[in-house]
């Protein structure tokens, strides 16, 4: 058992009665039903502090893919975006944002969104209705409460008035008072509506954000979560920290390693550390793998997307596709008239005809590729273009085959950046954005790659099992003010893994069309997992539902056992 706290993995029985660990020992008295985990690996349940499941849990009672991988707390609403507060006005901009920032079909949302609430505290309500595989919480997302509070001047970049700041400070400890986790906001680039507009909280003024995080401060609750470029760190660096200060809560910022500024997350890094010195409760979310995406005749983007002759066959369904792709002549069409054209309005678009950054993806998958297995470096070895053999792939397996394309985190060709993100003092997994992104990546899985991966697998700097089960339970559960879970120990709450270790592994991610309206997402599961209890009830075993519905939505923090 690797029980949260990063002690050495111990045996020891543990005993659960009314959702909560009653009892950790040697031969404990026997109970009303016993599971044999000799030889197993016994965790904590996983807590994912960065989800996106703002919408599906409206609508599904399974917060999957995350379910499946061993989490068994999601905490949603991050970047900025979700669902409330919100009149009926303003809903197709909010869905309209979701689709174009997190990569969920519009179609799904209208299908999916119920819209029986207005302010943060009905929607609380609405998703408390239904119970739930796992628990979740949620935060206030800044886009939707600037929209709210601001309309169209929002949409338009316009900076907040005194009265705006004002009012949405009010909202905002309004939420968190109701339950809410904290708040949240971007300032990326990358975060654009699916009409191509930039966030609405991309241009939102230093004032504006310490407004806001003042209200938690003079509250005495929640936690700040933001998403920012870090293009000028210092710049960037120096928002963040204005917002610490203001509020004195903790807050956490995502952290990537990208090609453009290769060395600039050291420059973070060092700004947390002078940060935490300085009494401030700063940490950034990092990724446990690099910050890929998924490409293929199904997903969001590939290579032939942009292509004039491709597109002639893009109404098709992707078997008819691949059918159509198999003709020599139409193939070399193709090739002839790929220009090399990126989709720049959408996230990852940049990156279709990269092939030197392009792998194909294998069943299982390979999550820290060698470059000469790249598709540039292969074709080229047999005298061939990336693009014709990315061509044959994505062709394959009647139109089923994927690409996996490494963007961030992965300059150095390897994983050795995750490593130095993961183990430093001042960081936290995150950004799986579970719920999100589903027509390009399943990223999801990212607890299952820490425990395989990083525990066990990787030959060359191994990390501690105890240590990547402690980041993944105890502390990302502290992080967001949940100090009643992440650790076996006696008055915990009963979020139990037990994990055959030796066959933990992922699948290959996999299209299904299931969300609402027939939306299609990217979902990955993952072996290993024997039995998941959550509230003291297995929830799955090895993958399967069980049918028991423990989760709950977690309402504010909640303090650690006496
Ligand atoms: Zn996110």
């Known amino acids: ?18 959702g909560i660990i009653t009892e950790i020992g040697q031969k404990l008295a026997r109970g009303r039903r016993e599971v044999d985990a000799d030889g197993a690996l016994v965790t904590p349940g996983f807590v994912d502090i960065h989800t996106h499941y703002d919408g599906q849990a409206s609508w599904d009672e399974r917060l999957l893919p995350s379910a499946w991988h061993g989490v068994t707390t999601v905490v949603m609403g991050n970047c900025g975006v979700g669902f409330a507060p919100a ?39 609405a998703l408390t209705a239904r119970p739930h595989d796992i628990d979740f919480a949620t935060q206030v997302p800044h886009a939707a409460l600037r929209v709210h509070v601001m309309g169209e001047r929002a949409l338009a970049g316009e900076p907040a008035t005194p ?54 401060g003079a509250a005495g609750q929640g936690v700040l979560q933001i998403v920012a470029d870090f293009l000028d760190v210092e710049a960037d660096m120096e928002v963040i920290l204005a917002m610490a200060r203001a509020s004195g809560r903790p807050l956490s910022v995502s952290l990537v390693q990208f090609p453009v500024r290769p060395l600039a997350y050291r420059e973070v890094l060092a700004g947390l550390d002078a940060a935490n010195k300085a009494g401030l409760a700063v940490r950034a979310q990092v990724a446990a793998r ?88 292969r074709a080229a070895r047999n005298g061939r273009a990336g693009i014709d053999l990315a061509y044959d792939i994505v062709a394959a397996e009647g139109g089923q085959g994927a690409l996996y394309v490494v963007s961030g985190n992965y300059v150095s060709g390897d994983l050795s950046v995750v490593r130095e993100m993961l183990v430093h003092d001042w960081t936290l997994p995150g950004l799986s954005d579970g719920g999100a992104h589903v027509g390009t990546i399943c990223d999801a899985s990212f607890p299952t790659t820490l425990l395989a991966h990083w ?42 893994n037990v994990i055959d270790f030796a066959r933990l592994g992922l699948r290959q991610p996999e299209m299904r069309f299931d969300l609402p309206g027939g939306g299609r997402r990217l979902l990955q599961r993952a072996d290993g997992y024997l039995h998941t209890f959550v509230q003291g009830e297995e929830t799955y075993a090895e993958g399967e539902p069980t049918g028991a519905l423990t989760g709950r939505l977690v309402r504010g923090a909640q303090p650690a056992p006496a």
């Open 290 to 377: 690099a910050i890929g995406l998924l490409m293929g005749l199904q997903c969001t983007l590939h290579p032939f997307m942009t292509n004039p002759v491709w597109q002639s066959i893009s109404g098709l369904p992707a078997a008819e596709q691949a059918l159509r792709m198999r003709d020599p002549a139409f193939k070399a069409a193709v090739l002839e008239a790929q220009t090399g054209e990126k989709n720049r309005n959408l996230i990852g678009g940049r990156l279709i005809n990269k092939y030197e950054l392009m792998y194909e993806l294998t069943d299982p998958p390979r999550y820290e590729p060698d470059p000469a297995d790249s598709i540039a470096a």
């Open 87 to 125: 009149t009926s006005g303003h809903r197709q901009r909010l869905i309209d944002l979701m689709e174009g920032i997190e990569d969920i079909p519009g179609t799904a949302l209208h299908a999916g969104l119920s819209w029986d609430w207005e302010t943060f505290d009905d929607y609380l309500g």
């Open 1 to 18: 058992m690797a029980d949260g706290t990063g002690a050495p993995p111990r045996t020891a029985d543990v005993g659960i009665a009314g």
């Open 455 to 496: 525990a066990r697998d990787r030959a060359d700097g191994r990390l501690p099992v105890e240590f990547v089960v402690q980041r993944q339970a105890r502390d990302t559960a502290r992080a967001v003010g949940l100090a009643d879970r992440g650790v076996l120990a006696t008055g915990y709450r009963a979020d139990v």
């Open 163 to 216: 009265e705006d700041v004002a009012e949405m400070a009010a909202l905002t400890r309004a939420g968190v008072e109701a339950g809410a986790l904290g708040f949240s906001t971007s300032r990326t680039l990358n975060h654009r509506s699916v009409t191509g507009e930039l966030t609405p909280t991309y241009d939102a003024g230093v004032a504006e954000l310490t407004g806001i995080a003042a209200e938690l």
